[in-house]
């Protein structure tokens, strides 16, 4: 069956007459397409949960789980986008390959570009490097966000694609670094949005990312 354009989802929302009060309210397009927001300071983890990750082997990237359950996807999704580690032989291109393999087709180079807005530059990881550097995450929730709910509900016949999904994930990200001989653990409360699309029988894919700390609501 022939599907529609999966970039329809975005332009439905930015365009079409509901999307008009969620781009008032939420900014919607914005919120696509803005720079990072770190407004969420990262704050010292404390020292008792610091010891488990200090002898930890390299960690290497790990495909996003295969489903037609929108809900596993996303959480996937959200796991793969907020782990990485340094220390992998491999460079930064391949953790963000890992998110970009599971995109729509349609969007994938957007996917991409909304990926690295979540990952240290090529610089940082550079610099971090040094100092054997991971990150990794711990989801709080996954909700499907009213805005998108409203959405579903006043959409015109073909504006959104069918199967398309959006959940707001929050939970903690966590990164560790060996200062010398002292492991150091900072850890920061994020929250974000993704956009797929499971389209019947076929497996989901990454339609897009909402800007870091920005999530539909």
């Not at 032989?89 to 957007?110: C, I, K, R, T, Y």
């Amino acid at each position: 069956m022939q599907f529609i354009h999966r970039h329809r989802l975005v332009l439905a929302i930015v365009c079409s007459g509901i999307a008009l009060a969620l781009l008032v309210t939420i900014g919607v397009y914005g919120l696509l397409r803005g720079p990072v927001n770190a407004s969420q300071p990262e704050r010292r983890a404390p020292e008792a949960s610091v010891s488990s990750t200090s002898t930890s082997l390299p960690d290497q990237p790990r495909p996003v789980l295969v489903t037609t359950n929108a809900e596993l996807f996303a959480s996937s999704v959200a796991a793969a986008l907020f782990t990485w580690d340094t220390r992998h032989e491999g460079d930064l291109s391949e953790w963000v390959q890992v998110l970009v393999d599971v995109a729509d087709a349609d969007e994938a180079a957007a996917v991409a570009s909304d990926v690295r807005g979540y990952l240290p530059s090529t610089e940082m990881w550079g610099q971090i490097s040094a100092y054997g550097t991971r990150q990794w995450f711990e989801r709080e929730s996954i909700v499907v966000p009213d805005a998108w709910s409203t959405a579903l509900e006043q959409a015109a016949s073909g504006q959104i694609p069918r199967g398309a999904a959006a959940f707001t994930v929050v939970g903690s990200r966590h990164r560790a670094g060996t200062w010398d001989t002292e492991v150091i653990r900072t850890e920061r409360r994020v929250a974000f949005t993704l956009f797929v699309v499971c389209p019947g029988q076929e497996s989901c894919r990454l339609l897009r990312l909402s800007q870091l700390d920005r999530p539909l609501e």
